[in-house]
């Protein structure tokens, strides 16, 4: 059998709140999950690929995979779905790839049942050029792979998140120092279930080549309580489907955020007691709105508790920390809000 070359990406980049703010494009290896050199890309031709996707319940998603030739010679795959399923068609079957550098994109196009549960097929190629990949489509009402995001708000107020989307190809693929599959991108967003208090502005951005565009999340508190609301998330030329669950929660009492005291200034207090056990209090000040995160770490900086990790309004704060699971030692706490970043120690004797 042939060598084979085979690609799956994510090509899905949002600043801000939806992604951290890493490599804008990355390559991924289904089998061992790790970025990789794409003249790595299974090179042994008795490699089964996978195919992991989920999906809710009704979903049409229309996915990506690329191949291409490994440079010597002019390669044709003919694919057939075995068993066929309802739930997923593909296109083309049949291509030619001439060379490494004619990329052939291939469409997956899922349909995803109404009853949840595991739903499993095959792609084989009939030529025997290219392995079988293995699909697998997980329904479900509460996708594993959804990105959690928090949001706290006063009632009757709004905020609005700006994240930040890029599109300046893949990068090197096949013997192409960068692929570029189209010169434009559209990003999508929609709500699973719509609610009256979050909006994304625009739903359907195009991103030029090279270039980048912006979208707006409002989240407005104009109701009491907690609410969530999962987002869909698709990025064209990928080959998943992103989903975030946005949780809102709405303050009412004047006290939870001291609306009525003026804070200019960013303040992380030293834990009270300290030293302390099993639990100690950590407050701290914000005259902003911002996402904050408040982590403790041990001597080594390993990170061994996350305490906040979500948007806040401005105001002062103050949470337990409870560690009874730890062992007596110096830990350190440290606290980021926008551009501020302020670490104290603190200490557990047990």
């Not at 939806?18 to 890309?41: A, C, F, R, V």
């Not at 190809?169 to 979050?198: A, H, M």
């Not at 987002?231 to 001291?258: M, P």
């Not at 302390?276 to 914000?286: A, E, R």
């Amino acid at each position: 059998m042939k060598k084979l070359y085979f690609t799956l990406v994510i090509v899905l980049t949002l600043s801000s709140s939806y992604l951290s703010q890493s490599d804008k494009i990355k390559s991924y290896n289904k089998i061992s999950n790790n970025p990789i050199n794409d003249n790595e890309l299974y090179k042994k031709a008795n490699i089964n690929f996978e195919y992991q996707l989920e999906l809710f319940p009704g979903q049409v998603f229309n996915g990506w995979y690329y191949y291409w030739s490994n440079g010597g010679s002019a390669e044709t795959g003919n694919f057939q779905i075995n068993p066929p399923v309802s739930w997923l068609t593909i296109s083309p079957t049949s291509f030619t790839s001439n060379s490494c550098s004619d990329i052939i994109p291939i469409s997956y196009n899922f349909n995803a049942p109404i009853i949840p549960g595991i739903y499993t097929t095959s792609i084989e190629d009939l030529n025997g050029i290219w392995d079988d990949t293995e699909v697998t489509l997980s329904v479900t009402e509460q996708p594993s792979t959804a990105i959690n995001l928090s949001y706290q708000v006063s009632n009757g107020q709004s905020i609005s998140v700006f994240d930040t989307l890029y599109w300046n190809g893949f990068g090197p693929f096949g013997c192409q120092s960068n692929y570029i599959p189209g010169n434009t991108k559209l990003f999508s967003f929609r709500e699973k279930d719509s609610v009256s208090w979050f909006r994304i502005n625009p739903t359907d951005l195009i991103v030029p080549i090279f270039g980048e565009g912006v979208i707006e999340s409002v989240i407005t508190g104009d109701t009491t309580g907690n609410d969530l609301v999962y987002v869909i998330t698709e990025a064209q030329y990928s080959h998943i489907c992103f989903f975030y669950k946005i949780q809102r929660t709405v303050l009412t009492d004047v006290n939870e955020n001291n609306n009525d005291i003026i804070i200019t200034d960013f303040k992380l207090d030293q834990n009270y007691p300290n030293p302390f056990n099993p639990s100690t209090k950590i407050s701290w000040q914000s005259p902003v709105g911002s996402h904050q995160t408040l982590k403790i770490y041990d001597v080594l900086g390993n990170e061994v508790a996350t305490l906040i990790d979500e948007y806040r309004v401005s105001g002062n704060y103050e949470i337990d920390f409870d560690a009874t699971g730890l062992s007596s030692g110096v830990y350190f706490y440290k606290l980021i809000v926008a551009d501020y970043s302020s670490t104290k120690k603190m200490i557990l004797m047990k």
